[in-house]
């Protein structure tokens, strides 16, 4: 048996930021599917806010994505996904709390809102949201083809998950986050070659189908 488990959910974004450490890493692990809408009774024991992912490692059971991710880099520090830099290790952590704090509300709230004036509200603060990466990620200076530069980290595997469901909000609402962003743009398409994006990725037909009971008419 692998010595990592992870407990997660194939739609998850924070679950697929996991996993896609782990592959780049070359980690190898055994992986617990559990359905969100039908957790199975034990899920409670292994997961303290039954929430995916939780990784069990060593006895330690460790959950919330970007500590789980940090705890990875730790323990299996090749290759180097955070910059041996302080304050570039500095920038990988506000994009990551950036991510969490700021973006991923507008996200999900544009999908789940009935209120139409409240929707258009999330709409405004997502693009605004946006907008704010495109300029302060990716403003002046910003050679790519990755997040920091030439070098991968964690700041990529955060958003990676968001932007491959970028295309429901271009389905469900009618927004295109890519649209006039176009560095954001160049950055997803070098992440669509990660071998790793391709193992944990899937299908704008996949996220339609599994998001459509979530998402309000
Ligand atoms: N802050 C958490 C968020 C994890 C999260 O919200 N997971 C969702 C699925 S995407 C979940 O497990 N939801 C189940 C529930 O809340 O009952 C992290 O970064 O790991």
Redesign the pocket.
Known sequence: MADIEIFS?N?????Q?TRFMLTEKGVPFSLTE?D?RN?PAWFKDV?P?????VIRHRGQVI????I?NEYLEEVFPEPPLMPRDPAERAKVRIWIDYA?ARLAGPFFYLLIEKDPAKRAQHAKDFIAAIAFVEEHAFGNGWTGPYWLGKALSLADLTYFPYAERFSLLEHYRGVDAFAGNTRLKRWFGAMLERPAAKATGNSRAFYIEKYKDLVAA
């Not at 739609?11 to 679950?15: I, R």
């Not at 806010?49 to 992912?53: Q, W």
């Not at 959950?63 to 970007?66: F, I, P, V």
């Open positions: 959910a739609a998850c974004p924070y679950a930021r559990i969100l957790k997961s806010y039954g929430k995916v992912p959950y919330e994505s970007a789980i969490n």
